[in-house]
């Protein structure tokens, strides 16, 4: 006799979903996830607290791990890691935010294909080195750069990162996401080798490149013509009304000054 599965601890997966979109704290929400999902899959209390210790102990160390290198890169950043950066690739005319994505997505692809998936990253390299680099590059073409310009760079760097990552890693063989996917089919009477997967992420791959180096191909020619268009008169409008209010207060200085005299002229006749 076989009993149909509880669909009860799924509602660990609406916990973490509604955190996320509350935007709590991650942290917060995957420890509440874990503890709903234990209770509605009937775990005892013991049983729960002994998991959570468990996992804790067993990783332990990786918080360390993960810090350093964030250390490092604060320090760097501290003594003008980002500057550097924007000045260095300010000294190449050829060089546009869009260009350097694009070289910077073919090689995150390549690296992340034969498993060197750590070699980049948004904390070790967007965000100290790419994007620092694209403002520069478009900084040093168009000139100085608005708030949501650099917004926009900086979304766009990440984004590559996330996009040669992701695609990318499909492709390395000993990735976890093909090994299981090998494991799940043979387990359903589907003999496949993990090189075979691997080779068919080969087009998506490409497909991804191809799409996402087009959209950072037009990127310069969005940020270029979005510059060139003429700023609202609204700092026009603010300069004339300083340039008013100082006439103003001149005038009314002059005349104030003015009566001032006249008064102490008349008190001196007087006395």
């Not at 089919?185 to 090189?195: M, N």
């Not at 950072?216 to 270029?224: F, H, I, M, P």
């Not at 060139?228 to 603010?238: G, I, Y």
């Amino acid at each position: 006799m076989t009993h149909d599965p509880s669909l009860w601890p799924l509602l660990g997966v609406a916990v973490i979903i509604l955190g996320f979109v509350l935007r709590f704290n991650p942290m917060v929400v995957v420890a509440i996830t874990a503890v709903v999902t234990a209770i509605a899959a009937g775990f005892p209390v013991q049983k729960m607290l002994a998991t959570l210790g468990t996992g804790f102990i067993k990783t332990r160390n990786l918080p360390l791990i993960l810090l350093l290198p964030l250390a490092v890169i604060g320090l760097l950043e501290r003594h003008g890691l980002r500057q550097h950066a924007q000045q260095w690739i300010a000294r190449f005319q050829s060089a546009t935010a869009g260009r350097l994505l694009i070289v910077y997505l073919g090689a995150r692809q390549l690296t992340a294909a034969i498993g060197l998936t750590s070699l980049g990253g948004h904390p070790q390299m967007v965000r100290p080195l790419l994007a620092p680099m694209a403002e520069g590059a478009t900084e040093a073409r168009l000139g100085p750069l608005p708030d949501r310009i650099r917004h926009r760079l900086r979304a766009f760097a990440a984004a590559t990162d996330n996009v040669g990552l992701f695609f990318g890693e499909d492709i390395f063989v000993a990735f976890g996401a093909v090994v299981l996917m090998t494991t799940f089919l043979h387990e359903a009477g589907i003999d496949v080798e993990p090189i075979h997967v691997a080779l068919w992420g080969l087009p998506t791959g490409i497909a991804a490149f191809l799409i996402h180096a087009w959209r950072l191909r037009r990127l310069d020619a969005e940020l270029k013509r979005e510059l060139d268009r003429p700023r609202p008169m609204t700092e026009s409008a603010a300069s004339a009304s300083g340039g008013l209010g100082t006439v103003t207060g001149t005038s009314t200085g002059n005349a104030a000054g003015t009566t001032t005299g006249a008064a102490t002229s008349t008190h001196t006749r007087e006395a």
